[in-house]
């Protein structure tokens, strides 16, 4: 015994040998039992030392002491609170606030199995003792750490006696002066009082020796080097033999501690080594499961090459999967047998159910991902089987478009399945699903169909604008029309408008069925042989397209609403009244490019009224020669100017035209005429054609150079070569006429190869001098 140094109040300490103390040896007299009851009898707090690794455990060395204490206090005293502090000893890592529960559970379970007084059945614990854990680290491993929790151990008894304090609530406590007696009085009664006498003390030193043993078994086998390295090769991946492996390791270390405690208690000794198994198979346990992790990740591995190949070698997909999963699971289970050790009964069934799982997901991935591929391929030949073939029927729409359409969409659905179902045949899916993945490719063939048919839909006024331009500027044997002036201009507008209506009707619903409707005749009555600003106008309430839906059409089909159809046709006849009014335009300019000449009429009335003048210039042939000369001037700027031409696009802009070309024109014709002049001819001499060829020849204008409505100045200087003159003799002075060439002009015109005039110019493709 000693006083506490430093600590208020006055503290006495004592120290008693302990529990399993080896000053008494296997004495049964059981003292240090009855010194510990008597300690806790006198003191306010008793400090229990317990060993970490006790906690928990059914037969720790101070378990049966404190039940005995608990019986034997109840029945001597009556209820002090009286506060216990264990003191856990050698800690390990796991934290004080899982081990004190675990403590205090212990304690309460003790207290309860203890047989009561009728006066104390129903008394609580905490009537008695005030239970406190702290916990300690090794001396021998953490010294300093050690030493400084046991000073702040000590801060703990400074005012103990104080409220709320270590030393409990103090009752019953005596004087001083009265300790010496009270403590000889509570001896005299525990030495008497024989239910102290406790289990033999050969059993309690039993229960720590092999303690003992097992801490140092399970030590070696901690640092054992075998174990080691098997731990690491685990870690790594799967290893072969390895229940045989740990198997040995752990055996060797059992046998290790059967030979050490075989001369202790034998109940002991075996609830020691059941425990020591059960914590080397709690160490060791780990490897195994990353063991058979190992096997699983190689098993799932396998599996997925194995149908790869399986797959790629041509064999269905079912009997793949069937034959991979039998021999990717065999070989799981024959390492995980192998893995096991005979020492614990470790059950892996968990583990193959995750195997099985991981095998059947990746096959349903698989599956899925190879059906989407089946599906997918289907889908684009259908697709590029049906979009070309769909858009070609559309641009020639007609009557039976869409009966074609549906024709060609049967047909191509029909040679599509024969492939579908031999791919699905190695599935084994059953026919349900065959049938729902064929009804989903004819789906996708009608959404194909009718995508097309929404898209030229919203380009419905381009494509009947072209079909009007087809029908309006082709013939029946497509060749372009040449506006002369004899085609019914009306006619064949109203031809062109029509077809054009009739893509317009086609392209307005989406028809599935055979059913006829009356979309084209409303179009046509009330669109082509009404008027739609009439139409418009009119406060009549029967206009059958002012509506948004047709009748006997589903809305879901309607691609063009009535509506929308008038508005079309009135934007489509604004834009194609243009080119009409071209073709009429054309005609107009082909009548006056013909009719050369004036009326009948008009030449006797010129020949009665200009008859002086005629007799003028019969008499003056100067006047005729003069007259002559401007007229080839004349028709030389006109072929130069092509005033045809720049007449088609009006008469203001025909003047304007002709305005500003004609000075630049007439200068360069006159500095061609004097170039002329300055060059002598270089042919001479040529052949006098006889008598009877200069007859006709006579009529015609002398065209020594040649012009094409459509050449340049600079090809007129190129090509022209002046012709020799050629005289002729006159039969009469006073009836004198202008001399005109021998040579031919279709010879003039083989050698000098001018460019053709346009059409409207034929009657005078000769060229002029």
């Not at 731990?231 to 046998?255: C, P, R, T, Y």
């Not at 089909?557 to 046709?569: D, E, G, M, R, Y």
Request: one cysteine or more.
């Amino acid at each position: 015994m000693a006083r506490c140094v430093g600590v208020e109040p006055c503290t006495v300490v004592m120290d008693l040998e302990g529990t399993d103390g080896r000053e008494r040896g296997e004495d049964d007299t059981a003292f240090e039992k009855q010194s510990s009851l008597f300690a806790l009898a006198i003191s306010d707090i008793v400090l229990i030392n317990m060993w970490c690794h006790d906690i928990g455990r059914e037969q720790a060395a101070n378990k049966p002491l404190l039940k005995t204490v608990f019986q034997v206090m109840m029945r001597l005293f009556s209820p002090r609170k009286t506060t216990l502090l264990f003191v856990i000893r050698d800690k390990t890592r796991t934290p004080l606030e899982h081990l004190e529960p675990v403590l205090r559970e212990d304690i309460q379970k003790i207290w309860n199995s203890v047989p009561k007084p009728e006066a104390h059945k129903d008394t609580p614990l905490s009537e008695f003792f005030n239970v406190e854990v702290t916990a300690l680290p090794s001396f021998e491993e953490k010294e300093e750490q050690f030493r400084e929790q046991v000073q702040q151990l000590r801060q703990r008894f400074a005012n103990s006696i104080a409220p709320g304090g270590l030393a409990g609530d103090r009752r019953g406590v005596v004087p001083a002066s009265g300790f010496l007696f009270s403590s000889q009085q509570i001896w005299k009664i525990i030495r008497e009082n024989k239910d102290l006498d406790l289990p033999a003390h050969k059993v309690m030193v039993a229960t720590v020796r092999c303690d003992e043993i097992a801490n140092e078994r399970f030590g070696c086998l901690t640092s054992d080097a075998e174990w080691l390295d098997l731990e690491n090769d685990v870690q790594a991946g799967s290893v072969l033999g390895f229940g045989k492996k740990l198997g040995s390791i752990v055996e060797v270390h059992m046998e290790e501690y059967d030979k050490e405690a075989v001369y202790f208690d034998e109940a002991v000794r075996k609830a020691k080594r059941q425990l020591l198994e059960s914590r080397i198979l709690n160490l060791v346990q780990p490897a195994f499961q990353k063991n058979l992790s190992h096997l699983r990740t190689k098993a799932l591995e396998k599996f997925k090459t194995g149908l790869d190949q399986s797959l790629e070698s041509g064999k269905g997909f079912a009997a793949s999967v069937r034959e991979t999963t039998e021999s990717s699971l065999s070989e799981f289970n024959q390492g995980c047998a192998d893995s096991v050790i005979k020492q614990a009964d470790w059950d892996y069934s968990k583990i193959l159910e995750k195997v099985r799982r991981d095998i059947e997901d990746h096959a349903l991935s698989v599956r899925e991902s190879k059906l989407t591929e089946l599906t997918n391929h289907a889908k684009e030949k259908l697709r590029k089987a049906l979009v070309e073939p769909v858009e070609s029927l559309f641009d020639a729409a007609g009557q039976t478009t869409w009966a074609s359409i549906e024709s060609l969409y049967k047909r191509e659905t029909q040679a599509i399945l024969p492939e579908v179902f031999k791919a699905l045949s190695g599935f084994e899916m059953g026919s349900e699903f065959s049938e729902e993945m064929v009804s989903k490719l004819r789906d996708y063939g009608q959404s194909i169909v009718e995508n097309k048919a929404k898209e030229e839909a919203s380009k419905i006024l381009m494509h009947m604008k072209e079909r009007f331009t087809v029908v309006f500027s082709h013939d029946k044997d497509s060749m372009p029309r040449t506006w002369t002036g004899k085609e019914d201009v009306r006619a064949i507008a109203k031809e062109a408008r029509s077809a054009a209506l009739k893509l317009l009707s086609v392209l307005a619903v989406i028809r599935w069925d055979d059913k006829p409707d009356r979309i084209e005749n409303i179009l046509i009555s009330t669109l082509l042989d009404g008027s739609v600003a009439s139409m418009s106008s009119s406060a009549s309430s029967g206009d059958p397209l002012a509506s948004t839906s047709w009748e006997e059409v589903h809305p879901k089909h309607t691609l063009i609403t009535p509506a929308q159809c008038k508005s079309v046709w009135k934007q489509f006849q604004s834009e194609t009244e243009f080119t009409i009014t071209q073709a009429v335009s054309t005609q107009q300019a082909h009548r006056r490019g013909n009719g050369r000449l004036p009326p009948p009429w008009a030449l006797v009335a010129m020949a009665v009224l200009g008859f002086d003048e005629i007799m003028m210039l019969l008499r003056n042939p100067i006047y005729v020669f003069l007259l002559f000369v401007g007229y080839l001037l004349v028709r030389a700027l006109a072929v130069q100017l092509d005033i045809g031409r720049e007449f088609q696009n009006g008469m203001v802009p025909g003047i304007l035209s002709v305005s500003a070309k004609l000075l630049p024109t007439l200068q360069n014709l006159l500095n061609k005429v004097a170039t002329d002049q300055q060059h002598p001819p270089q042919q001479q001499g040529q052949q006098h054609r006889p008598p009877a060829a200069e007859a006709p020849e006579a009529q015609q204008p002398p065209p020594p150079l040649l012009l094409s409505p459509k050449s340049s100045m600079s090809e007129l200087r190129r090509l022209h070569t002046p012709p020799s003159p050629v005289r002729r003799s006159v039969s009469s002075p006073s009836h004198s006429s202008p001399p005109s060439p021998k040579a031919s002009p279709r010879k003039v015109a083989e050698d000098q190869k001018p460019r053709r005039a346009p059409d409207n110019e034929s009657s005078s493709a000769y060229s002029i001098v």
